[in-house]
């Protein structure tokens, strides 16, 4: 008679795969209040901004700021979520800070050095939420 061992997890992976969440969740809201802050600075047209005029992607600096601003919600709602470990949280988490990589990608002419900071910490929040392995 052959016997199966179920899958067991340690409490210390439990505990690490806890923590990247919260990590990931803590990065994602903290980082969804500056996208906010970011748009609203774009919308009322700040001189935080550099002009670019021979830019790829033209778009005037009001709609990144709306751009910013929804997606900014959007990580905040999300990361409520996933402070109670919802799964659905994860997967649209991982989506939102994909989008919001590639936001800040395309606005980095406006605002270089912080586009970059954002673009390693929307990375970091992929990383967390994609290395812990489901239930």
Known sequence: MATTASPHRSESSSAAAGGLVIFAAVML?????????????????DDVFVSTPNYVFKFDLTSWGW??????????????????????????????????????FLSIPYYPLWSITLIALYALVIWALCVVKRD
């Open 29 to 45: 809201f903290i980082s969804g209040v500056l996208g906010i802050f970011r748009g609203i600075m774009a919308i009322a047209d």
């Open 67 to 104: 751009i910013h601003l929804i997606l900014g919600v959007v990580a905040v709602l999300v990361s409520i979520g996933l402070f109670s470990a919802a799964v659905w949280a994860r997967v649209i988490g991982v989506g939102i800070a994909g989008l919001l990589l590639i936001v800040s």
